[in-house]
């Protein structure tokens, strides 16, 4: 072996990995002067995270396109050139990929940082993620595709599976379908608005927050942090409740079965007190009304507004507590309560009638 035959491969090869590795650093110092400049540039910093996949792919070219006149092994040319190709494709593919997560990111952190409706911004992060997910999927099966026809014996039986693709393309469907169902309502639920990352949802009876969307199913976590996973097939066939639907805002319902003879106004009144002292209650609305009767207790309503979910249950809770809690600290008779001995009459009735209602009851035991 001559010194001709040993060096020249080492010397294209260093030479293009200092090819290589000068235009990365090339690029990753404009990179970072696009990024320093004033204003909102998300994306320039993004596009830093392809340095590798961009020198790979690189060097890859410049070998694939020298290792003939470099003389890297020689004798077997054929399979250092497919092996060349294949690292190409994929790392193109690497790159490609990276370049979408980086753009659809960058117009996302973008959009976010300008727009005050959350919903909107809700709606565009589940739209912009399944499109990111989208085209990754097909950059990973186009460059599959392009890897298998790098082997002859791939090329050749083309021919044959291109004859053969209707009656596959039939049976895949038919065995797929489910798959390809989630698939469409991934889509549909993406660009149909019908339920976004962030919404506050209750499926089957499980309160929830929609935490991930992908193209054929759908995480809720729960308020007690589990997380059920749903095929997206489930919100385009079936009802469920979501409460973040039209904007965050809800209101809530607070319940209370007491005596006939509760204090409603100085309730109604107690209720205004309570509510001005919860931070939850965003001010919108309340109101307090008696609903139902029935022999023996009364239902109280309570309405409250707050600006979302979690503050409406925060502020529920609060009032229920704080409500009873006054109830039985300054009006005990007005609890709920079974008739097995004498009742204690509210303050308006302690007079002669009642009294002698007391002496009645008195003379009926007797």
Not at 144 to 172: D, E, K, N
Not at 221 to 238: G, H, L, N, Q
Request: charged share 20%; glycine share 8%.
């Amino acid at each position: 072996m001559d010194t001709d035959t040993l060096l020249r491969p080492l010397l294209y090869a260093c030479g293009a990995l200092a090819a290589t590795l000068a235009a990365g650093w090339l690029l990753d110092v404009l990179l970072r002067r696009a990024a320093a400049r004033p204003g909102d540039t998300p994306l320039w910093v993004m596009l830093r995270r392809c340095r590798r996949p961009f020198r790979l792919a690189l060097c890859a070219l410049l070998l694939r396109g020298t290792y003939r006149q470099a003389g890297i092994l020689p004798d077997h040319s054929p399979a250092v050139g497919r092996t060349l190709t294949l690292v190409l494709i994929a790392s193109t593919a690497w790159l490609l990929t990276g370049i979408a997560t980086a753009v659809v990111d960058a117009a996302y952190a973008r959009y976010a940082g300008r727009t005050s409706d959350q919903a909107r911004v809700r709606r565009v992060r589940t739209q912009v993620t399944l499109i990111q997910r989208v085209v990754t999927a097909a950059v990973v099966v186009v460059a599959a595709a392009a890897m298998l026809l790098t082997f002859p014996a791939m090329r050749a039986v083309g021919t044959s599976v291109l004859a053969s693709a209707g009656l596959i393309g039939i049976v895949a469907g038919i065995a797929a379908q489910s798959s390809l169902g989630n698939l469409f309502a991934g889509l549909q639920i993406a660009f149909g608005d019908t339920v976004r990352i962030g919404d506050t949802v209750v499926v089957d009876r499980e309160w929830g927050t929609v935490e991930e969307i992908t193209l054929t199913f759908l995480v809720v976590r729960t308020w007690d942090e589990r997380r059920i996973t749903m095929p997206v097939s489930y919100f385009t066939a079936k009802p469920y409740e979501n409460w973040s639907r039209g904007g965050a805002e809800m209101t809530g319902t607070v319940f209370w079965h007491l005596d006939h003879s509760a204090p409603v106004d100085a309730m109604r009144r107690q209720l205004r007190r309570i509510l001005a002292e919860v931070p939850a209650w965003d001010g919108r609305a309340s109101d307090l009304a008696v609903t139902d009767t029935t022999p023996h207790t009364i239902e109280v309503r309570a309405v409250l507004t707050a600006k979302d979910a979690s503050d409406v249950w925060t502020a529920r809770c609060a009032v229920r507590e704080r409500m009873l809690a006054w109830l039985v600290e300054h009006h005990p008779y007005a609890l709920p309560r079974i008739a097995t001995t004498a009742a204690v009459p509210p303050p308006a009735d302690r007079t002669g009638g009642g009294a002698a209602a007391e002496g009645a009851t008195a003379g009926a035991r007797a």
